[in-house]
């Protein structure tokens, strides 16, 4: 059983939580003016490194607040847990994922 340590509740069972996706992808400062591809990768092309990987999570079961997390992909070791609009805490491991140029203008909703 997994572990998740929600920042505002502690830790819980990993059944109280579900996965939001990659942190740290802004919305589009003018979303109709993408073309059709850059839409397209905007909503549905994301990052799957093998790794620590800024996630979303949301506790579903418990305060249902979302927070940011790094997540290492390959043990599914929580590294560090961080409210929603904050950078990814300063470790040797956590970086943000690289973004396109194509989408990645306007601010962080995460």
């Not at 996706?21 to 990052?47: I, K, N, T």
């Amino acid at each position: 059983m997994l572990l998740i340590d929600c920042p505002h509740c502690g830790p819980r069972d990993e059944v109280e939580f579900h996965y939001g996706g990659q942190a740290h992808v802004p919305y589009p400062v003018d979303p109709y003016a993408l073309s059709d591809r850059a839409w397209a990768e905007f909503l549905f092309y994301r990052d799957n490194p093998r790794g620590p990987f800024a996630e979303r999570w949301v506790h579903a079961v418990g305060c249902r607040k979302w927070f940011n997390a790094i997540r290492d992909t390959v043990t599914y070791e929580f590294l560090a847990v961080y409210p929603m609009g904050s950078p990814p805490p300063n470790t040797s491991t956590a970086s943000p994922p690289a973004h396109d140029s194509a989408h990645d203008s306007g601010s962080d909703p995460s």
